[in-house]
Nanobody
Framework: QVQLVESGGGLVQPGGSLRLSCAAS????????MGWYRQAPGKQRELVAR???????NYADSVKGRFTISRDNAKNAVYLQMNSLKPEDTATYYC??????????WGQGTQVIVSS
């Protein structure tokens, strides 16, 4: 079992920055990939960025060059630095942990609102 707790969401003006954090507790050593997904109202949940235990990353095209995902394996934590935020980045952001067994866990979500 893995429990994920996100923090760092909020209201920010266009062009601003936010840093999301996600801490995993439980079977942290079983986690292979950690990532961030988002879901805007009326839309499907989509991948934002993910990172393997070894540090390999991939990003959605819409956030490349603006968002940076990082991970601290010792703390079982993953972070998402979001810069140059746009109104279309407004969504609920979910932390995901994919175990080596193939089982997925999700956080409760943190809301990001980009608005002037």
């Amino acid at each position: 079992q893995v429990q994920l707790v996100e923090s760092g969401g909020g209201l920010v003006q266009p062009g601003g920055s936010l840093r999301l954090s996600c801490a995993a507790s439980g079977s942290g050593r079983s986690i292979n990939v950690m990532g961030w997904y988002r879901q805007a109202p009326g839309k499907q949940r989509e991948l934002v960025a993910r990172i393997t235990r070894g540090g390999i990353t991939n990003y959605a095209d819409s956030v490349k060059g603006r968002f940076t995902i990082s991970r601290d394996n010792a703390k079982n934590a993953v972070y998402l630095q979001m810069n140059s935020l746009k109104p279309e980045d407004t969504a609920t952001y979910y932390c995901n942990a994919a175990l080596y067994t193939g089982v997925d866990y999700w956080g409760q979500g943190t809301q990001v609102i980009v608005s002037s």
